[in-house]
């Protein structure tokens, strides 16, 4: 039995099946395996061809030759006929960590935007360190799955630098939060965004001064005007991946949050509260003045979030 897919004129796939007689139940779920490894790579390829952006770069991570081959250098833009541009990484079996942290840096640097399909394989990325690396310090915007195959839409470090809200704020221990991103639909040239039904879609981007002596919570709230509380999320850095007692100096991290409304909140202009506490005595970390006093134990973003 041999199950391949070729490419049409028009960028459609086909699938084609030489069978060695009938099929026993075992060789169909084989087919049907193959198949959607086949048709789903194909797939993911597409959503990448039809949308990658001229600052785009796609990196993998282990060397599967199926993920270059179903890439159509034909529906990139008229102007150019080079496709994007595709990096394996790491470029070799299993780096160590701070290796592979400042080979990813400097290839994503001219970069505004990466396309991340993982693939499992034994030897190459074991410890998923490419993933987790882009977790941390790039953002994901998207996520596009078909059956065992996704790929992964971030921004770069560098875009993330670019686009972000700058708002400095130092906190006690060393952390600061150098910005924000909030990627609900925010009218040009205004600070605010419109809240209806889905939940806000915040990024944070911390850096760091170096390990806290305690694990920190992050905290993020809806407050309205009356200052009540109206939803919120805590959880530790990087969906409760990465934290602060492992930070390390100047390292800058992203750290995003989806924030739901409670049902029945009133319409109005809220805020967005944001800062840290320690889960055993639930103290917060207080926020520093420009003298280095301090001041508050949370952050008001620079923005308004009204809820209709």
């Known amino acids: 039995m041999k199950v391949d897919i070729n490419k049409s004129e028009s960028g459609l796939e086909f699938a084609f099946i030489e069978l060695d007689g009938r099929l026993d139940a075992q060789q169909s779920d084989s087919i049907e395996t193959k198949l959607m490894e086949l048709i789903g790579q194909g797939y993911v390829n597409m959503i990448i061809d039809m949308k990658n952006e001229a600052t785009d770069l796609l990196i993998y991570n282990f060397p599967e030759a199926s993920v270059t081959y179903y890439l159509d250098t034909r529906w990139v833009s008229a102007d150019t006929q080079a496709g994007i541009p595709t990096f394996l990484a790491p470029p070799g079996p299993n780096p160590a960590p701070q290796a592979l942290a400042e080979y990813l840096a400097n290839l994503l640097r001219p970069y505004q935007r990466l396309w991340f ?162 889960l055993q005595t639930g103290q917060r970390v207080m926020v520093l003045d420009d003298a280095g006093a301090p001041r508050a134990d949370h952050v008001v973003l620079d923005v308004k979030v009204i809820v209709e």
């Open 117 to 278: 399909v993982p693939v499992e394989g034994d030897g190459w990325d074991d410890a998923r360190q490419v993933e987790t690396w882009l977790t941390r310090h790039a953002d994901r915007i998207s996520r596009t799955d078909f059956h065992w195959i996704r790929t992964d839409l971030y921004l770069t470090p560098a875009e993330i630098e670019r686009s972000m809200q700058v708002q400095v704020v130092s906190f006690v221990g060393g952390i600061t939060l150098r910005g924000f991103r909030i990627f609900n639909t925010i009218p040009e040239g205004q600070n605010q965004v419109i809240l209806t039904e889905a939940p806000l879609d915040l990024s944070l981007y911390w850096t760091a001064g170096g390990p806290t002596g305690v694990p920190l919570t992050v905290f993020t709230q809806l407050i309205d005007a009356t200052g009540f509380f109206r939803g919120g999320q805590d959880n530790q850095p990087v969906w409760d991946t990465y934290q602060n007692t492992d930070w390390q100096p100047q390292e800058q991290i992203t750290d995003k949050y989806q924030i739901s409304l409670q049902p029945g909140a009133p319409p109005g202009v809220y805020q967005v509260w944001v800062g840290f506490y320690d």
